[in-house]
C-alpha cells in the first residue's frame, strides 16, 4: 500500500516561490508515489482578520495554482479545510490532550502574535488545528518547509500522548523537509523568511507575478558588497539568490559557481530572473487556462472534500469513541 501524505497550505496573501520550491513543488514530484491529500487551511487564515470577500476569493486562486503548478485531481484530493467539520471538531478533542506549556513554546506563534494588535486565541491554538489535520487522514509524511518543522514535531507529541492513553489511535506523521529550499529568504531582507504576510514590495516573488514584476524585484534584491558569486552561508543575500537559481535552472552549485565566475552581480540577477520567468511561465498559463471556467474550480473542490471526508470522519468516530463521547 502506498504511504500517505498530507500537506496544508493558507489561502492568504499571495502564494510565492517559497512556498513552491520549499513545499509544492515536492508535493507534485512525489504525487505518484504516495497517496495524496492537499488542504486548503481556510481555518488557519482566519487566525488574523481576514477580509470575507478576498479570502473566498483566495481559495479559489489558491486551487487553481495547485492545479496549475501539477497537482492532479486524478491522482491527489484537494480539498477546502473547513468543508470538512471533522477538523475543527477534532481540534476541540485535541485541545484537551494538549498541555498549554507546549504551545507557548511555538516559535512561529511568537513571531505571529508580535504582528497583531489583538492576539486570537485561535492564533494560539493554530497548531493543534494542524495537528487535527494531519492526524484525521493518518498521513505518513507531512512536507512541508523548515517554518512548519516544529509544529509537525507537536503533532507527533499530540499523538503520541493521546496514543499512550487510549492505545493506538494515530498514526505517527512524519515531516519531510527538502535538502535545498526549505527555508527560501526574503529578497528585501534575507534574515527573515520569505513571507505571505510580508508587506514590502520587494519582498517575495508570487507564484503569478508578470515578468516584469519579477525582474524588478531580483534587480532590487539584498545583496552585499563583496565580488565573488559563491554558495557561501555568510552572505544570505547572494546565498538566497544563489539558491533559487539552482531551484529553478536545476544545475549544480560547482557548475553555477564556475558559471558565474568572473561574472557581477547584475548578472546574476539577469540571468536569475530569466530562469525564475521561465519556469512561472507554464504554472501562469496553466492557471490562465484553468481558471477561465470557475465552475470547474467549484466542482474540484466540492468533489475533493467529498472524497476527503470519509477518512476523517472514520478517524474522528474512533477518538470520540475512545474518550467516551457521542
Ligand atoms: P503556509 O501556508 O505558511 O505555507 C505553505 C507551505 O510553504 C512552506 N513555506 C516555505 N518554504 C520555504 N521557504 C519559505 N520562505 C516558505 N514559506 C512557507 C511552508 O513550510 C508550508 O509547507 N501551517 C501551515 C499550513 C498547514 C499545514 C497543515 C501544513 C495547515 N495544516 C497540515 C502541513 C500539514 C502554513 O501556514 O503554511
Redesign the pocket.
Same mark, same amino acid.
Given at each position: 500500500m502506498k504511504k500517505r501524505v &498530507?500537506? @496544508?497550505?493558507?489561502p492568504t496573501g499571495n502564494i510565492h516561490i @517559497?512556498?513552491y &520550491?520549499? +513545499? $509544492?513543488q515536492h508535493w507534485v514530484a512525489s504525487q505518484d508515489e504516495y497517496d495524496n491529500f492537499f488542504?486548503i487551511?481556510d481555518l488557519?487564515s482566519i487566525t488574523v482578520p481576514q477580509d470575507v470577500k478576498q479570502l473566498r476569493a483566495k481559495v479559489r486562486e489558491l486551487a487553481g495554482i495547485l492545479l496549475a503548478i501539477g497537482i492532479d485531481p486524478e491522482k491527489s484530493t484537494i480539498f477546502v479545510q473547513s468543508n470538512i467539520s471533522a477538523h475543527a471538531e477534532l481540534t476541540w478533542i485535541l485541545n484537551c490532550f494538549t498541555p498549554i506549556g507546549w504551545l507557548q513554546r511555538m516559535t512561529q506563534f511568537k513571531d505571529k502574535s508580535e504582528k497583531q494588535e489583538v492576539i486570537s486565541t485561535g492564533l494560539f491554538d493554530?497548531p493543534v &488545528?494542524?495537528t487535527a489535520?494531519?492526524l484525521l487522514y493518518n498521513a505518513d509524511y507531512?512536507p512541508? @518547509?523548515?517554518?512548519?518543522k516544529q509544529?509537525?514535531e507537536l503533532s507527533r507529541d499530540i499523538a503520541i500522548r493521546f496514543n499512550s492513553i487510549y492505545g493506538k489511535v494515530f498514526k505517527i506523521p512524519e515531516a519531510l523537509i527538502p535538502k535545498v @529550499? +526549505?527555508?527560501? $529568504?526574503g529578497l528585501d531582507d534575507p534574515t527573515r %523568511?520569505?513571507? %505571505?504576510s510580508e508587506a514590502g514590495q520587494g519582498h517575495a516573488i508570487n507564484l503569478l507575478d508578470p515578468p516584469n514584476v519579477i525582474t524588478n524585484k531580483i534587480k532590487r534584491a539584498a545583496t552585499d558588497s563583496q565580488r565573488d558569486i559563491l554558495f557561501d552561508k555568510n552572505r544570505p543575500g547572494v546565498y538566497n539568490l544563489l539558491t533559487i537559481y539552482e531551484l529553478f535552472s536545476k544545475m549544480s552549485r560547482p557548475k553555477i559557481e564556475s558559471h558565474f565566475s568572473g561574472k557581477g552581480y547584475s548578472d546574476l540577477k539577469k540571468e536569475l530572473a530569466e530562469v525564475v520567468i521561465e519556469g512561472l511561465r507554464p504554472i501562469q498559463e496553466r492557471y490562465k487556462e484553468i481558471t477561465s471556467d470557475p465552475s470547474y474550480i467549484e466542482t474540484l473542490l466540492k468533489s475533493g472534500a467529498d472524497k476527503a471526508r470519509p477518512f476523517a470522519e472514520s478517524v474522528l468516530n474512533k477518538v470520540m469513541d475512545k474518550v467516551g463521547l457521542g
Amino acid at each position: 500500500m502506498k504511504k500517505r501524505v &498530507l500537506s @496544508g497550505i493558507q489561502p492568504t496573501g499571495n502564494i510565492h516561490i @517559497g512556498n513552491y &520550491l520549499g +513545499a $509544492m513543488q515536492h508535493w507534485v514530484a512525489s504525487q505518484d508515489e504516495y497517496d495524496n491529500f492537499f488542504c486548503i487551511v481556510d481555518l488557519h487564515s482566519i487566525t488574523v482578520p481576514q477580509d470575507v470577500k478576498q479570502l473566498r476569493a483566495k481559495v479559489r486562486e489558491l486551487a487553481g495554482i495547485l492545479l496549475a503548478i501539477g497537482i492532479d485531481p486524478e491522482k491527489s484530493t484537494i480539498f477546502v479545510q473547513s468543508n470538512i467539520s471533522a477538523h475543527a471538531e477534532l481540534t476541540w478533542i485535541l485541545n484537551c490532550f494538549t498541555p498549554i506549556g507546549w504551545l507557548q513554546r511555538m516559535t512561529q506563534f511568537k513571531d505571529k502574535s508580535e504582528k497583531q494588535e489583538v492576539i486570537s486565541t485561535g492564533l494560539f491554538d493554530y497548531p493543534v &488545528l494542524m495537528t487535527a489535520d494531519i492526524l484525521l487522514y493518518n498521513a505518513d509524511y507531512v512536507p512541508v @518547509g523548515e517554518d512548519q518543522k516544529q509544529h509537525v514535531e507537536l503533532s507527533r507529541d499530540i499523538a503520541i500522548r493521546f496514543n499512550s492513553i487510549y492505545g493506538k489511535v494515530f498514526k505517527i506523521p512524519e515531516a519531510l523537509i527538502p535538502k535545498v @529550499g +526549505a527555508r527560501i $529568504m526574503g529578497l528585501d531582507d534575507p534574515t527573515r %523568511k520569505m513571507s %505571505k504576510s510580508e508587506a514590502g514590495q520587494g519582498h517575495a516573488i508570487n507564484l503569478l507575478d508578470p515578468p516584469n514584476v519579477i525582474t524588478n524585484k531580483i534587480k532590487r534584491a539584498a545583496t552585499d558588497s563583496q565580488r565573488d558569486i559563491l554558495f557561501d552561508k555568510n552572505r544570505p543575500g547572494v546565498y538566497n539568490l544563489l539558491t533559487i537559481y539552482e531551484l529553478f535552472s536545476k544545475m549544480s552549485r560547482p557548475k553555477i559557481e564556475s558559471h558565474f565566475s568572473g561574472k557581477g552581480y547584475s548578472d546574476l540577477k539577469k540571468e536569475l530572473a530569466e530562469v525564475v520567468i521561465e519556469g512561472l511561465r507554464p504554472i501562469q498559463e496553466r492557471y490562465k487556462e484553468i481558471t477561465s471556467d470557475p465552475s470547474y474550480i467549484e466542482t474540484l473542490l466540492k468533489s475533493g472534500a467529498d472524497k476527503a471526508r470519509p477518512f476523517a470522519e472514520s478517524v474522528l468516530n474512533k477518538v470520540m469513541d475512545k474518550v467516551g463521547l457521542g
